[in-house]
């Protein structure tokens, strides 16, 4: 699966090449190569705030406000993720008994069931990538963008942008389980990495895209006004006095800077020219009329969101929205994806959720708006595996705990299916899981000093078997807090090992 972050549009389509000497009180390093972590942040904020990306391919010069403001979310990455890059340069990449299970095993069962569960929400992640050892290694580290997954009983892949290549696809593949033999993670440039871990992130905006930002090269008379991410050139002083535009506010930049601001504005976004009536709402760099004021409410806007352009501004916006836009019109179900210039219809909620998709992010438009624009052929049907088709994974419970599970095929006679819980490190209160069928129920249990418990089910049992995970609460009272169905999925002799990781 992926979701909705595309290389194409939400990456950066200048490389990686920066130049930096940093200095960070408190940290011992003193240089890294280029601004990766700025980049991904920077790329994801963008993402996050609906601001489209530049498409100006040559590297920003420092002064240039994207240069700067990469530089500054470069320090964020760095200072908000230290401790994680320290504890995976200290920590073997096998198990020792003093620094716990090993970055290959972290990186397995730890970091990838949280990269999934964030990615099967519909967000894109930043990862750190580690190599070193040691603090003085940290220039061999590096930071992506994360944006989806395919896993199966050997292999797990990860689709990444990574900014040191043009606006492409990457993959990190690995072992689905940990093999002391084949630990690491190798990405499809060439590069092996020790382990991964998702960075801790918050999105900001660029302060140079803030709504009506007013911006001026230092040796270009033109003045360009900044909505929904885009710049919108102001083609007379009489122009500027009548938008309501204040001289005292114009930002004077570095020669070249306005080049790094999109000529078209990101989704959502309601314009009209100066001097005409029509008002417009963006989606994928187009614009959909809205035809009369109830429709522009009923759409959830209100008339103080209309941003007024200068005359012509509306010429820059796309004939069809950019591929990877979702749209459906207001008072009808169907959900379309623009794929290769055309509309594709999302047959079921399954496969919208297999795409990537979110529902805050589909484009919600004026009945009729879609009819003019080309029409493809339906997407094909997707499957969503179910967790009982997966290796490996994390459960989250009602509670909040977190249980880890993995698979093995074969490893009990092909009739048979069995079933091991385990109590994680430091929790001792009750666990158990009722092993239902139609013909019986037995319960395997974990607590204090018992640790493990096994049993299992005959595979004629699973089609209407369900697990039911129980826990010991308040006055020790067991009380339900997940149910698993989907047993029939199962390999053949089976063994499924959950694990109790947090309560």
Not at 101 to 122: C, H, N, S, W, Y
Not at 256 to 268: F, I, L
Not at 351 to 372: E, H, I, N, Q, S
Not at 492 to 503: I, S
């Amino acid at each position: 699966m992926r979701v909705s972050f595309r290389p194409a549009w939400d990456g950066f389509a200048f490389t990686n090449a920066f130049v930096n000497q940093i200095k960070i009180i408190g940290l011992p390093i003193t240089e890294t190569k280029g601004r990766c972590g700025g980049m991904a942040f920077a790329a994801l904020d963008h993402w996050h705030r609906r601001l489209p990306v530049p498409d100006a391919g040559t590297l920003p010069a420092d002064g240039n406000p994207v240069a700067d403001y990469i530089y500054d979310r470069l320090i964020t990455s760095i200072m908000d993720n230290w401790a994680m890059y320290a504890q995976f340069m200290s920590t073997p990449d096998h198990p020792t008994t003093l620094r716990g299970i090993g970055v290959a095993r972290m990186t397995r069962e730890e970091q990838f069931p949280k990269l999934k569960q964030l990615l099967d929400q519909g967000l894109p992640q930043p990862l750190g990538l580690v190599q070193s050892r040691d603090p003085a290694g940290f220039g061999n580290d590096h930071q992506v963008v994360a944006y989806g997954y395919e896993q199966d009983a050997t292999r797990t892949r990860i689709f990444i942008w990574d900014n040191r290549f043009r606006r492409r696809e990457d993959v990190l593949e690995f072992k689905t389980a940990y093999d002391p033999a084949d630990r690491a993670v190798r990405q499809s440039n060439g590069d092996e990495w020790r382990g991964f871990f998702v960075e801790r992130y918050s999105p900001r905006t660029p302060w140079y895209l803030s709504a009506g930002k007013l911006l001026s090269d230092r040796s270009d008379p033109r003045i360009y006004v900044v909505h929904g991410g885009a710049k919108f050139w102001v083609t007379s002083p009489q122009e500027f006095d009548r938008l309501g535009l204040r001289w005292t506010e114009v930002v004077e930049l570095p020669d070249g800077s306005t080049a790094y601001v999109a000529d078209r504005p990101g989704d959502r976004l309601l314009l009209r020219e100066i001097d005409r009536p029509e008002v417009y709402v963006t989606y994928g760099g187009h614009g959909f009329h809205i035809p009369d004021p109830d429709t522009l409410i009923r759409l959830g806007f209100t008339w103080s969101d209309v941003r007024v352009v200068p005359r012509d501004s509306l010429r820059a916006l796309t004939p069809v929205p950019i591929d990877g836009t979702a749209l459906r019109e207001e008072h009808k179900d169907p959900v379309y994806l623009v794929s290769g210039g055309a509309l594709h219809h999302v047959p079921d909620p399954t496969t919208f959720t297999a795409l990537g998709l979110r529902w805050d992010r589909v484009g919600v438009v004026p009945d009729g708006a879609l009819a003019k624009l080309p029409m493809g052929d339906p997407l094909p049907t997707s499957h969503l595996p179910a967790w009982s088709e997966l290796p490996a994974g994390q459960l989250i419970t009602r509670d909040h705990d977190a249980v880890d599970y993995r698979i093995e095929a074969g490893a009990k006679p092909a009739d048979e299916v069995e079933f091991v819980l385990t109590l994680g490190s430091g929790l001792t209160w009750r666990k158990e899981i009722g092993l239902h069928a139609k013909d019986g129920d037995w319960t395997i249990a974990v607590q204090d000093a018992k640790r493990t418990d096994a049993n299992g089910l005959y595979r004629y049992q699973l089609p209407e078997g369900q697990l039911r995970l129980r826990k010991a609460k308040l006055f020790g009272a067991v009380t339900g807090v997940l149910e698993l169905n989907d047993l029939d999925r199962l390999p053949a002799g089976a063994r499924v090992t959950f694990t109790w990781v947090r309560d």
